[in-house]
């Protein structure tokens, strides 16, 4: 995600300690490359430096191969919510013996990620992976690497339906259906008044199908809802001000929501800090930032939504190799990273366990399964 899916977030301290120290075995990227955007010449040279040869991880059933240099651009390269999606490219890598690079900008300035696809063009990156967060910036680039034999796949976020963006195939969550599925749970725990939605960076293609379709839902739902959507900044700080501020300016509202992981915290802090809940307010958002879950396990939020940003990364990889392996034969596909909803029924596993996937831990794990599996 939230989250992801969304607006710049400083890596806090505590996450910084997860973060791999030196480049990985399989091409990896050192500590500095995952806290840190790229410039244009600074990712050319990176990308020039990283001929290795052929590859071939031990045991492998595909033969040696060149080590395909695979180029991620993110719109927020240090959002501690890409942090399991950069241990996923390293882990796919891994497994598939490919060298990869995490570039593009630290605060969603999409004139910087385009900057980063042309870097990764003119250095002949074997394929790319960009979130298309702006519903026209990205559509020359990718042209452009397609010329150039570049295959581009999009990744958590996606060009708008009937957009002439030719990447090849999106893998992430489905936002709008997200939305939708959210505005019903809503429309499930209120029964009318004024909900308040709040986003990040209206607008931006990660998160805006978010809020499209929590209003379709909620307007679909028969009941009377007054919907008020309200925008909260790029910065944690501005996205918790703006939702106090909203709440003591409107305290009959009935729930209070969020399309990204920010402002999903800065209602989970709201919510806790006024006793919203015991007052029958309900609140929810998106993705698995520490304090959101937190705050379900005490009961202050209803829930959040996990888009599941490993798999973002590790599908992706995956694609790309394929592509690559088979000459452009196998794939490309799109896939749907799916949606988890966390409760406070279901927020205890998240919070006792510490894995690379969920971003937590740099130790490779295996997690035993204890119960039945919900279907």
């Known amino acids: 995600m939230q989250d992801d899916q969304d607006p710049i977030r400083q890596v806090p301290e505590t996450l910084r300690e997860t973060l791999p120290e030196t480049e990985a075995p399989a091409g990896g990227i050192a500590r500095r490359a995952l806290m840190h955007g790229v410039s244009l010449a600074g990712a050319m040279a990176l990308l020039g430096a990283g001929a290795r040869g052929t590859a071939a991880a031990e045991g492998s059933p595909f033969p040696a191969h060149k080590r395909w240099k695979l180029v991620f651009v993110n719109h ?39 900057n980063a696809m042309k870097a990764a063009i003119a250095a002949k990156a074997d394929a ?24 581009v796949f999009a990744y958590n976020a996606d060009a708008p339906a009937g957009s002439s963006n030719k990447r090849l195939a999106y893998i992430g969550q489905d936002l709008y259906q997200a939305g939708v599925l959210m505005g019903q749970r809503i429309a ?55 939702i106090k501020a909203f709440y003591l300016g409107h305290q009959n509202l009935k729930g209070m929501f969020a ?17 919203l809940a015991a ?45 690559l392996a088979s000459g452009g034969l ?21 919070l006792s366990t510490s894995t690379r996937y969920e971003g937590k831990s740099k130790k490779p794990v295996i997690v035993p399964r204890t119960g039945a599996i919900a279907g």
């Open 76 to 114: 927020v390269t240090t959002n501690p919510f890409f942090v399991p999606t950069q241990y996923a490219l390293a882990d796919a890598c891994g497994l598939l013996g490919c060298d990869y690079q995490w570039t593009g900008s630290a605060n969603a300035d999409v004139a910087e990620m385009v």
């Open 128 to 151: 790319i992976a960009v979130p298309i967060v702006d519903p026209k910036a990205f559509n020359q680039p990718v042209e452009d690497a397609l010329a150039a034999g570049i295959p």
């Open 188 to 242: 499930s725990l209120v029964d009318g008044g004024t909900v308040a939605l709040f986003i990040a960076t209206p607008g931006q293609l990660n998160i805006q199908p978010r809020i499209d379709g929590a209003q379709d839902a909620l307007k679909k739902s028969g009941k009377n809802f007054d919907i008020q959507v309200i925008a909260t900044g790029p910065t944690v700080n501005e996205e918790l001000s703006k």
């Open 259 to 275: 399309v990204d992981a920010g402002s999903t915290q800065g209602v989970a802090e709201t919510m806790h800090q006024y006793g």
């Open 279 to 323: 007052k029958g307010v309900h609140g929810g958002g998106f993705d698995l930032l520490p304090r959101t879950l937190e705050m379900i396990k005490a009961g202050s939020l209803d829930f959040t939504i996990d888009q599941q940003p490993y798999l973002q990364g590790f599908y992706t990889v995956t694609e790309m190799f394929m592509f």
């Open 330 to 350: 196998v794939g490309p596909a799109e896939i749907n990273t799916g949606l988890k909803f966390i409760t406070k029924g279901s927020v205890d596993a998240y």
